[in-house]
C-alpha cells in the first residue's frame, strides 16, 4: 500500500515503518496515525513478517509528538475523540502479536515518545532526545503516557517528567530503563536490524506465546501470569518448532525453525 506520511519496507522477514514529514520532524497528523493504523493491520496480517522496526525519517527526530496546529481546531469532544484514536492505535501497536524495535534516532517527544513506549524496547541514537513535553502546552499526554511512563521507570521519575515536560537525552533514558541501548547515530539501524535478524530466527509460535505472556503477565498479579505463561507454554507445543529446537541442540548445530502458524 502507498502512504503520504510513512514509508512501509519489508526485508528478509523484518518490515520497517518510517514516519517521514522530516520537514515537521515527523510529527503526527491525523492522516499519518490513520495510515500507521493500517500499516499496523497490513503487517499483523502477513505471516511471513517476524519483527518490525519503527524509525524517522532524517538524521534529527524520531517523531516530534502530535501536530500541534491541529490542536488550535480542537473543542472537548473532538480531544477527547482524538485521545480515544490514539488509546486504540497504541494498544494495537503493543499488542501486535510480533515483536517491535523502536529505533529512536532524535526526538521522541509527546506521541513520539508514547509510540516508542508501546514498542517492545527501545534503542536509542546518542543524539535522541524524551521526553512528554504537553505541560508546556498547557495540556497533558493523551496517548498512554501518563500510563506507560511510570510502569517503565517508575511513579516519581515519571511525575518529574510528565510535571516539568522536560527532555532527556538517550543515556539518561538508557539509566532510567526507558531505552535498552545506545548508539552512534551511524550504527543505530545496523544494532537494530542485528538485533531484529537474532529475534527472526527464533520460532514463529514460541515469539509470539514469550510476548503475549509478557505482556499479560504485566497487567495481573504474579500467581495469575504464572498461569497464564503455562498456557503461552503450552501453545508452543503446537508447532513442530518444538522438535526442531530440541533435534538442533541434541545433534549441536542451530535449529532451522520453520513452523507456521497455521499448525
Ligand atoms: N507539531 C507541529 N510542528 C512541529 C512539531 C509538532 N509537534 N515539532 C516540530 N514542528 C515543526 C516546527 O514548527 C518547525 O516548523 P517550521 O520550520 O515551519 O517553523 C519544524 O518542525 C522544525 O522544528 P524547530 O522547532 O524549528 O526545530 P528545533 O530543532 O529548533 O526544535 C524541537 C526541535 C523538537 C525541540 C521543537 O520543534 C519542539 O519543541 N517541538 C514540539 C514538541 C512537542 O511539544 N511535542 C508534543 C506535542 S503534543
Given amino acids: 500500500m502507498e502512504y503520504n506520511n510513512i514509508v512501509v519496507q519489508v526485508k528478509e522477514g523484518i518490515a520497517t515503518i518510517t514516519f517521514n514529514r522530516p520537514e515537521i520532524l515527523n510529527a ?3 492522516e499519518a496515525l490513520k495510515e500507521f493504523s493500517n500499516a499496523l493491520d497490513e503487517i499483523h496480517a502477513n505471516e511471513d513478517i517476524r519483527v518490525l522496526i519503527l524509525t524517522g525519517a532524517g538524521e534529527k527526530s524520531f517523531i516530534a509528538g502530535a501536530d500541534i496546529k491541529q490542536f488550535l481546531t480542537f473543542n472537548t469532544l473532538k480531544a477527547k475523540l482524538f485521545s480515544e484514536m490514539g488509546r486504540v492505535l497504541m494498544n494495537k501497536l503493543q499488542e501486535l502479536p510480533i515483536p517491535v524495535i523502536a529505533a529512536v534516532n532524535g526526538f521522541a517527544l509527546g506521541g513520539g515518545c508514547e509510540v516508542a513506549m508501546a514498542c517492545d524496547f527501545i534503542y536509542a ?3 535522541a532526545m524524551f521526553g512528554l513535553p504537553e505541560i508546556t502546552l498547557g495540556i497533558i499526554p493523551g496517548f498512554g503516557g501518563t500510563q506507560r511512563l511510570p510502569r517503565l521507570v517508575g511513579v516519581s521519575m515519571a511525575k518529574e517528567l510528565i510535571f516539568t515536560g522536560k527532555m532527556i537525552p538517550a543515556q539518561e533514558a538508557k539509566n532510567m530503563g526507558l531505552a535498552n541501548k545506545v548508539c552512534s547515530q551511524e550504527q543505530l ?10 529475534i527472526a530466527s527464533k520460532g514463529k509460535v514460541s515469539l509470539r506465546a514469550a510476548k503475549q505472556a509478557i505482556n499479560n ?9 504464572c498461569r497464564m505463561e503455562i498456557d503461552a507454554f503450552a501453545l508452543c507445543f503446537t508447532s513442530p518448532d518444538v522438535k526442531e529446537g530440541a533435534l538442533a541442540f541434541l545433534e549441536k548445530r542451530t535449529p532451522d525453525f ?6
Fill in 28 to 30: 503526527l497528523n491525523e
Fill in 125 to 127: 541514537s546518542e543524539n
Fill in 189 to 198: 539501524m545496523d544494532d537494530v536490524i542485528k538485533t531484529a535478524k537474532t
Fill in 217 to 225: 503477565g504485566m497487567n495481573v498479579d504474579l500467581t495469575t501470569g
Fill in 258 to 263: 520453520k513452523g507456521s502458524l497455521k499448525e
